[in-house]
Protein backbone atom coordinates (compact mmCIF):
# COMPACT_ATOMS: atom_id res chain seq x y z
CA UNK A 1 0.00 0.00 0.00
CA UNK A 2 1.18 3.48 -1.22
CA UNK A 3 2.08 5.78 1.91
CA UNK A 4 -0.23 9.39 1.20
CA UNK A 5 1.92 11.84 2.24
CA UNK A 6 -0.84 15.32 2.30
CA UNK A 7 -0.37 18.47 3.29
CA UNK A 8 -3.04 20.97 1.21
CA UNK A 9 -6.24 19.74 -0.11
CA UNK A 10 -7.54 21.66 -3.10
CA UNK A 11 -11.75 21.88 -3.56
CA UNK A 12 -13.30 23.84 -6.19
CA UNK A 13 -16.12 24.95 -5.53
CA UNK A 14 -18.69 27.19 -7.80
CA UNK A 15 -21.83 27.46 -5.00
CA UNK A 16 -23.70 24.28 -6.43
CA UNK A 17 -24.57 21.39 -4.06
CA UNK A 18 -22.39 19.42 -5.58
CA UNK A 19 -19.48 21.19 -4.50
CA UNK A 20 -20.50 21.59 -1.11
CA UNK A 21 -20.54 17.76 -0.79
CA UNK A 22 -16.94 17.96 -2.64
CA UNK A 23 -15.85 19.97 0.11
CA UNK A 24 -17.60 17.83 2.70
CA UNK A 25 -15.28 14.76 0.94
CA UNK A 26 -12.15 17.34 0.87
CA UNK A 27 -12.57 18.10 4.70
CA UNK A 28 -12.93 14.74 5.27
CA UNK A 29 -9.55 13.95 3.28
CA UNK A 30 -7.82 16.55 5.48
CA UNK A 31 -8.84 15.82 8.92
CA UNK A 32 -7.25 12.24 7.80
CA UNK A 33 -4.13 13.51 7.03
CA UNK A 34 -4.04 16.64 9.08
CA UNK A 35 -4.17 18.78 6.15
CA UNK A 36 -4.82 22.03 5.48
CA UNK A 37 -7.73 22.35 2.94
CA UNK A 38 -7.73 25.05 0.25
CA UNK A 39 -11.30 26.27 -1.32
CA UNK A 40 -11.64 27.97 -4.94
CA UNK A 41 -14.75 29.57 -5.75
CA UNK A 42 -14.10 29.09 -9.68
CA UNK A 43 -16.47 32.00 -11.31
CA UNK A 44 -18.43 30.94 -14.82
CA UNK A 45 -18.32 32.52 -17.75
CA UNK A 46 -21.48 34.35 -17.50
CA UNK A 47 -20.14 36.06 -14.16
CA UNK A 48 -16.97 37.00 -15.72
CA UNK A 49 -18.40 38.60 -18.54
CA UNK A 50 -20.56 40.67 -16.47
CA UNK A 51 -18.07 42.26 -14.01
CA UNK A 52 -15.79 42.56 -17.26
CA UNK A 53 -18.59 44.64 -18.71
CA UNK A 54 -19.52 46.61 -15.63
CA UNK A 55 -22.99 44.72 -15.84
CA UNK A 56 -22.72 43.31 -11.98
CA UNK A 57 -20.80 45.05 -9.02
CA UNK A 58 -17.13 42.94 -8.71
CA UNK A 59 -17.62 43.17 -4.61
CA UNK A 60 -21.35 41.71 -5.05
CA UNK A 61 -19.60 38.60 -6.45
CA UNK A 62 -17.28 38.86 -3.71
CA UNK A 63 -19.72 39.24 -1.19
CA UNK A 64 -21.55 36.19 -2.67
CA UNK A 65 -18.65 34.37 -2.78
CA UNK A 66 -17.15 35.07 0.74
CA UNK A 67 -20.76 34.05 2.14
CA UNK A 68 -20.27 30.37 0.49
CA UNK A 69 -16.96 29.82 1.58
CA UNK A 70 -17.50 31.19 5.33
CA UNK A 71 -19.81 28.42 5.65
CA UNK A 72 -16.88 26.20 4.07
CA UNK A 73 -14.66 27.23 7.15
CA UNK A 74 -17.17 26.98 9.70
CA UNK A 75 -17.62 23.45 8.39
CA UNK A 76 -14.29 22.84 8.16
CA UNK A 77 -13.61 24.14 11.83
CA UNK A 78 -16.00 21.97 12.99
CA UNK A 79 -13.18 19.08 12.65
CA UNK A 80 -10.75 21.57 13.28
CA UNK A 81 -9.47 21.28 9.42
CA UNK A 82 -7.60 24.50 8.44
CA UNK A 83 -8.95 26.62 5.84
CA UNK A 84 -7.64 28.79 3.28
CA UNK A 85 -10.15 30.04 0.17
CA UNK A 86 -9.30 32.20 -2.64
CA UNK A 87 -12.09 33.46 -5.67
CA UNK A 88 -10.25 32.35 -9.64
CA UNK A 89 -11.87 33.10 -12.86
CA UNK A 90 -12.77 30.16 -14.71
CA UNK A 91 -13.29 31.68 -17.51
CA UNK A 92 -11.32 34.83 -20.14
CA UNK A 93 -12.47 36.59 -22.92
CA UNK A 94 -8.71 37.52 -23.81
CA UNK A 95 -7.04 33.79 -23.15
CA UNK A 96 -8.95 31.13 -24.87
CA UNK A 97 -7.17 28.55 -23.53
CA UNK A 98 -8.44 29.09 -19.43
CA UNK A 99 -11.45 27.44 -18.40
CA UNK A 100 -12.48 25.85 -15.11
CA UNK A 101 -10.21 22.48 -15.29
CA UNK A 102 -6.82 24.96 -16.40
CA UNK A 103 -8.12 26.78 -13.86
CA UNK A 104 -8.06 24.14 -11.26
CA UNK A 105 -4.78 22.27 -12.33
CA UNK A 106 -2.95 26.25 -12.32
CA UNK A 107 -4.34 26.81 -8.49
CA UNK A 108 -3.43 23.51 -7.39
CA UNK A 109 0.32 23.95 -8.87
CA UNK A 110 0.60 27.68 -7.51
CA UNK A 111 -0.39 26.18 -4.27
CA UNK A 112 1.95 22.57 -4.52
CA UNK A 113 -1.73 20.80 -3.65
CA UNK A 114 -1.05 17.10 -2.57
CA UNK A 115 -4.95 15.99 -3.59
CA UNK A 116 -7.46 16.93 -5.01
CA UNK A 117 -11.10 16.52 -5.00
CA UNK A 118 -13.59 17.75 -7.71
CA UNK A 119 -17.28 17.50 -7.65
CA UNK A 120 -18.58 15.13 -10.67
CA UNK A 121 -21.52 17.30 -11.74
CA UNK A 122 -24.37 16.20 -14.40
CA UNK A 123 -24.42 18.77 -17.38
CA UNK A 124 -27.43 20.87 -16.01
CA UNK A 125 -27.04 23.96 -17.89
CA UNK A 126 -27.10 26.21 -15.08
CA UNK A 127 -24.82 28.91 -15.74
CA UNK A 128 -24.07 29.21 -11.67
CA UNK A 129 -22.68 25.72 -11.77
CA UNK A 130 -19.18 25.68 -13.41
CA UNK A 131 -17.43 22.78 -12.51
CA UNK A 132 -19.77 19.95 -14.20
CA UNK A 133 -17.34 19.68 -17.18
CA UNK A 134 -13.73 20.34 -15.23
CA UNK A 135 -13.55 17.12 -13.71
CA UNK A 136 -12.99 15.05 -16.38
CA UNK A 137 -10.23 17.53 -17.22
CA UNK A 138 -8.84 17.12 -14.27
CA UNK A 139 -8.67 13.53 -14.00
CA UNK A 140 -7.17 13.60 -17.61
CA UNK A 141 -4.60 15.84 -16.31
CA UNK A 142 -3.85 16.41 -12.66
CA UNK A 143 -0.29 15.38 -11.14
CA UNK A 144 -1.98 14.70 -8.02
CA UNK A 145 -4.28 11.98 -6.78
CA UNK A 146 -8.03 12.98 -7.26
CA UNK A 147 -11.03 12.13 -5.74
CA UNK A 148 -14.12 12.56 -7.94
CA UNK A 149 -17.41 12.86 -5.88
Known amino acids: MVDLEIDLVLAPV ?59 RKHAADLDVKTTTSIAYGFSTKVKTTHPGSVILDTAEDLDADFLVVPREPVSGDPGEVLEKAAEYVLLYASQPVLSV
Request: net charge negative; glycine share 6%; aromatic share 6%.
Open 14 to 72: DGSEESQEAVEYAIAVANEYDATMHAVYVLGEDVVRAIETGAVDESEVAADTEAFTEEV
